[in-house]
């Protein structure tokens, strides 16, 4: 149950990586590549899912600092 929770959550936070994606333009050769995208975004949720978040100790420090460096990386204001 907790890793469909943590399944959910990260989805609902996914959006924001891509928020300047409808202002992207594209050169008439270049498309986005959805393969890249989706390969990108199993590997994250694979990563967030197998952070150790049980509690008690509630190590949910761990998963808050894992998302945090992958905000900061797709958006250095962010920092």
């Known amino acids: 149950m907790k890793v469909v929770i943590r399944a959910?959550?990260?989805l609902m936070l996914?959006?924001?990586l891509f928020a300047d994606f409808?202002?992207?333009?594209?050169g008439a050769d270049s498309t986005f590549n959805w393969k890249t995208s989706e390969e990108e975004a199993v590997s994250l949720l694979?990563?967030?899912?197998?952070i150790d978040t049980t509690n008690p100790p509630g190590n949910?420090?761990?998963?808050a600092e894992f998302l945090k460096e992958i905000f900061?990386?797709?958006d250095p204001k962010l920092s």
Do not use: G, K, N
Not at 22 to 26: E, K, L
Not at 46 to 50: A, D, E, K, V
């Open 46 to 50: 694979s990563r967030y899912i197998q």
């Open 14 to 16: 996914m959006p924001p």
């Open 72 to 74: 900061e990386t797709q």
């Open 22 to 26: 409808p202002q992207q333009t594209y």
């Open 60 to 63: 949910e420090i761990r998963a």
């Open 8 to 10: 959910v959550i990260v």
